[in-house]
């Protein structure tokens, strides 16, 4: 079913419409044959990157589209829908060129920006590691100061893109300060002494690799450093609020597949003599599974016109992921209740589209420190 979005230009529906002509022609007949045999769509992404999607949301003088966040997560949405990897994989990508775009110095935005949002590169965000995951304050990666830059040693952990990627966005430490000694910095994957872990096996989301990033002796010069020593906890977690708005919009867009699956389903499955969709005990079950949707889009819907308007956005921001990925996870769930049998086999996108939700739950920080991020913000003192 095609969704009906309130969007706040022409321009933005003309971009939806494209972004539908892509997905029609290039995204979502792979989908299931990418999946089952686990292969990452990378000529996807470069696609999407000449039509303006990897870029969305940047400014036009370094090759972006310009767009308002509201806009750049419906295309998310769309792309989820089709295929999560696709969607997932623009998402990270855009959180991934967040730290240059909004803390590099002016040169290296000139300099890097209009490969990674252009379609040229792919990106990839490094900040947890095998032992700290929730607790990203604690990471060990270390970036000791050498010959005027950087000699970085560590293991970086769960990297959506990682062995893939053409760059990667480097959470590491540069002094023993807690949150204080956390420091961002620009990787290229050529770098000398980088190299990864085999792929994550994973129950769902096979065609976006997963893997670990390993750094020894990794030299960097001091231009790799984004924002000032120090600084790169607070980069880290303002990444991280976007990040969150594009894992509900995944959300959104998954949950809204497993409906319209269910749906059609309902409408020409026939039992006694009758639609199953005509039974009133599954009719309920859809409409409860359409409202959960249609709150989960308004939620992150809104916690983006807050960053529009640069308002703080962040405890919406974790509702929203919080919200999106716990409804996508039973929508999913009861989509392949409907189809029965039919459900749990691997003819029809319901098992794997119920599989992929939970993963959704879990990533950008999973749904109980979601929690934490917003019993904090209202039990603080003003």
Known sequence: MTVDRALPTPEAHDLLDLVREIITKDVAPRAAGDEADGRFPREVFTTLGRAGLLGLPYPEEHGGAAQPYEVYLQVVEELAGAFLAVGLGVSVHTLSSFPLAAYGAQDRRADLLPAMIGGELLGAYCLSEPQS?????ALTTRAQAADGGYVVDGVKAWTTHGGVADFYTLMAR???DGARGISCFHVPADTPGLSFGRPERKMGMRSSPTAQVRLDGVRLGPEALIGGEGEGFRIAMAALDGGRLGIAACAV???QAALDTAVSYARERRQFGRRIADFQGLGFLLADMATQIAAARSLYLDAARLRDA?????TRAAMAKLFATDAAMKITTDAVQVLGGYGYV??????????EAKVL?????TNQIQRVVISRALTKES
């Open 253 to 255: 867009g998954v949950a």
């Open 346 to 355: 691997e003819d029809f996108p319901a098992e794997r589209l119920m599989r």
């Open 174 to 176: 540069t002094s023993g």
């Open 310 to 314: 640069g308002r703080p956005y962040g």
């Open 133 to 137: 995951g929730s607790d990203a304050a």
């Open 361 to 365: 739950q879990i990533v950008e920080g």
